[in-house]
């Protein structure tokens, strides 16, 4: 069955330090991925996909299949990245399964 | 452009008792969906619809139906609540197609069941 793990419920780091929150999947199918974030009183809203292979407010995720992974990095965490951050898979071409979220705190 | 909008924004009820939770989008979206998460569990798929007059369900359906009688309005009820139909239920919706996997959410309704 596809299952989508994120194995940290929080992490906390300091302003300008590298961030990496971890994902990873279990599919039989190709797999499909997504980054979603919610910021504090703002709804749940895309990141990033892995098939666009962008970077959005300096994050990038790769997919690699050999490890099931598709884990969120940017270089330097700022202040406002503090948010929930959720993985998500798509099933069945029409659904999407959820991580249950980490927790991303930046301190100054 | 109020995106998906979901009312009401918060409800207790007691065991038994029923409730109807609208969502309702004005980006003429195909697919919508609605989902509850606990926590530690994340969002999990309670039903979705892909078009106008279909439903489907998703990953924990029982003790909820749906409704889409109109493209841009998706129900979802709870005919007898229970105490674990407690949560936080959001709405989203998607265009069909190439996008269709890029999910636009309301805002969500806190649900207690006394």
């Known amino acids: 069955a596809q299952r989508v793990t994120q194995p940290e419920k929080l992490l906390s780091v300091f302003k300008g330090a590298p961030v990496e929150l971890k994902c990873n999947y279990s599919?039989?199918?190709?797999?499909?991925l997504f980054w979603y974030v919610q910021y504090s009183r703002q709804r749940l809203q895309l990141l990033l996909r892995h098939i666009s292979r962008e970077s959005i407010k300096g994050f990038t995720a790769d997919l690699n299949k050999g490890e099931t992974s598709f884990h969120l990095k940017k270089p330097f965490a700022q202040e406002e990245d503090s948010a929930m951050y959720y993985c998500a898979l798509l099933y069945n071409t029409d659904k999407l399964i959820f991580g249950t979220g980490t927790r991303l705190q930046v301190f100054p | 452009n109020a995106g998906v909008t979901q009312t009401p924004k918060f409800r207790v009820l007691k065991t038994g008792q029923s409730m109807t939770l609208l969502c309702a989008q004005d980006?003429?979206?195909?697919?919508m969906y609605w989902y509850r998460q606990d926590p530690g569990m994340g969002l999990r798929l309670i039903h979705y619809?892909?078009?106008?007059?279909?439903?489907a369900k998703g990953e924990v359906p029982d003790g909820y139906n749906v409704s889409r009688l109109k493209k841009q309005n998706f129900l979802l009820g709870l005919e007898s609540a229970a105490p674990s139909q407690t949560s936080v239920y959001f709405c989203a919706s998607s265009y069909s197609g190439a996008l269709k996997n890029i999910q636009y959410f309301g805002a969500g309704t806190r649900l207690s069941v006394l």
């Open positions: 619809s892909v078009g106008e007059g279909t439903t």
């Open positions: 599919y039989s199918g190709s797999p499909e």
């Open positions: 980006m003429n979206h195909e697919y």
